[in-house]
């Protein structure tokens, strides 16, 4: 499988497919692969998929256990360039979401379009503490423990406590964007959230593309927070997003 070395990155990834490059960006306490599954054959067919394990996530290895969303947006932009992609779509879900609105801010000129899924944009640290690893050990979640040890032991070399700290400490502290900042972005963007998503929701999403100049917005019914994964409806994300990238191809 290729690895790519950044600065003090040894970043794991996946290549397939053919056509104009799109970026996926995956949630916290998941992988690029798993969070992507359902996206891969479909995406595959008219462009060539990257999918990424994320700083402190996966089989990316580093020396340094800490990370945040805005140290992975640099990360992003280093990955395009020692690949010699010069402009890409993102599509990110939940951390990645944010991340691909940092890099659209941050670097318009490498961003084609942005496709978000379960993000409003701004800060909501609801239900972080429910991931810290004392209270995960307190209500006995060693199901989810020994989900994140196997996923994330070469990210966190077997601190998997480091790991969860990490993670909750970035979900209570980011994204930190202004509307000012989010005002910014001008690729076009498309913004998709699940009916019962509970950190999201269509009013939020409402107040986003209020904001974002060129963008339009997506509720699947009955949807939670991951609406593009098997047992919900990756039929109608994958046909949204696809249709929203033939519309905007990359210039």
Known sequence: MPRIT????????????????????????????????????????????????????????????????????????????????????????SLGANVALYVAINNPDKVATITTIGTSGF???????????????????????NQMIERHEEAHKGNWQQYLRQ???????FPQLTREQLGLIRCPALFITGEHDPFVGEEKLKLLVSIVKESSYLVVAGGSHRPHMIRENPVLVNDSILAFLDANPIR
Request: glycine residues 6%; proline residues 3%; negative net charge.
């Open 167 to 173: 993670s909750a400490l970035d979900w209570t502290l």
């Open 6 to 93: 950044i600065h003090d990155l040894d970043m794991f990834y996946e290549k397939m497919g053919m056509g104009e490059a799109v970026i996926f960006l995956h949630s916290g306490y998941s992988r690029g692969i798993l969070a992507f599954a359902s996206q891969l054959l479909d995406f595959q067919r008219k462009y060539t998929c990257y999918l990424l394990d994320l700083r402190g996530h996966g089989r990316t290895r580093c020396e340094s256990l800490e990370w945040s969303t805005p140290q992975i947006a640099e990360d992003i932009l280093q990955f395009m360039d020692r690949l010699n992609i010069t402009k890409a779509h993102l599509v990110g879900y």
């Open 123 to 145: 800060c909501d640290p609801t239900g972080a503490e429910q991931f810290e690893p004392e209270w995960l050990l307190q209500t006995e979640q060693m199901d989810f423990i």
